[in-house]
């Protein structure tokens, strides 16, 4: 039997070893801030390839002749058996890495804004047209046209609103037993009662979302930072760190079910 075709080469199989397969015996999945050393193994290959890999170019502030905005990034990595029986692991990164959404050896996104011609291209467009008008009109420093930019910036705002309730609309969960939940109906028990912008964009979710997809049973996860953090002194280069709370708590609730 052919072995079978995943998405973006994201299956990473383990070496076929007596070892590695008894560290495997008896692991259930569960979100401890503990990391497994299957989990730590796949760190560790994933972090070698961002050292040693040609295909795209990303500044995370770790070489001093590396170009453009330092922009560390969350990693993670699961470790799953396929239905076929072989033990390997998935990566995935938060958000966009150098500028896109679909890279080999990682999971591809829940929701993929970056589709040419997609609403949300157009959407951004049309919000950059709404504030390079209310820039045009601010320039003139006159009262005459108050009542015009205030105009505009609630149309801007209204517009934001409804493009990024669209995006929620996109995203949708599975779960062990492949039942589907969408993002709004993750959060609408939650204080807020909505998403925070960028919720589905954790790499958490994004892996057990590819191994739901695929039959694949979760063993175990981690993930780690990489790279300076310009933002915030919590988050540390090649420290592990559990899921967000604020993004990926709900969606989490609903994925691990059972």
């Given at each position: 039997m052919s072995?079978?075709?995943y998405e973006n080469s994201a299956?990473?199989?383990?070496?076929?070893?007596?070892?590695?397969?008894?560290?495997?015996?008896g692991l259930n999945f569960s979100l401890t801030e503990e990391q497994h050393p299957l989990c730590l193994l796949a760190a560790n290959e994933l972090q070698l390839h961002l050292q040693q890999?040609?295909?795209?170019?990303?500044?995370?502030?770790?070489?001093?002749?590396?170009?453009?905005?330092?922009?560390?990034?969350?990693?993670?990595?699961?470790?799953?058996?396929t239905k076929e029986g072989v033990?390997?692991?998935?990566?995935?990164?938060?958000?966009?890495l150098?500028?896109?959404?679909?890279?080999?050896?990682f999971v591809p996104p829940i929701f993929d804004g970056l589709t040419e011609g997609g609403f949300?291209?157009?959407?951004?467009?049309?919000?950059?047209?709404?504030?390079?008008?209310?820039?045009?009109?601010?320039?003139?420093?006159?009262r005459v046209y108050t009542s015009e930019i205030e105009r505009l910036k609630t149309s801007r705002k209204n517009y934001s609103n409804?493009?990024?309730?669209?995006?929620?609309?996109?995203?949708?969960?599975?779960?062990?037993?492949g039942e589907s939940k969408s993002l709004l109906e993750a959060f609408e028990h939650t204080a807020a009662q909505k998403p925070p912008a960028g919720a589905g964009e954790c790499a958490a979710p994004k892996l057990l979302q590819y191994a739901f997809r695929y039959e694949m049973k979760p063993l175990a996860l981690a993930e780690f930072w990489w790279g300076l953090s310009p933002k915030s002194s919590y988050w540390k280069h090649g420290h592990f760190y559990p899921p967000c709370r604020e993004k990926c708590e709900p969606i989490l609730a609903h994925m691990l079910t059972g």
């Open positions: 072995d079978p075709v299956f990473c199989p383990f070496s076929d070893s007596l070892e590695i397969e008894a560290l495997a015996v890999q040609q295909e795209w170019s990303h500044n995370f502030g770790l070489s001093s002749d590396a170009e453009g905005m330092v922009i560390g990034k969350m990693f993670g990595v699961l470790v799953v058996r033990l390997g692991y998935l990566a995935a990164f938060s958000g966009k150098a500028g896109k959404n679909h890279h080999d050896k949300l291209n157009i959407g951004m467009e049309k919000l950059t047209q709404m504030n390079k008008e209310i820039s045009h009109l601010e320039s003139f420093k006159d409804a493009l990024q309730y669209r995006i929620f609309e996109q995203y949708h969960f599975l779960n062990k037993a």
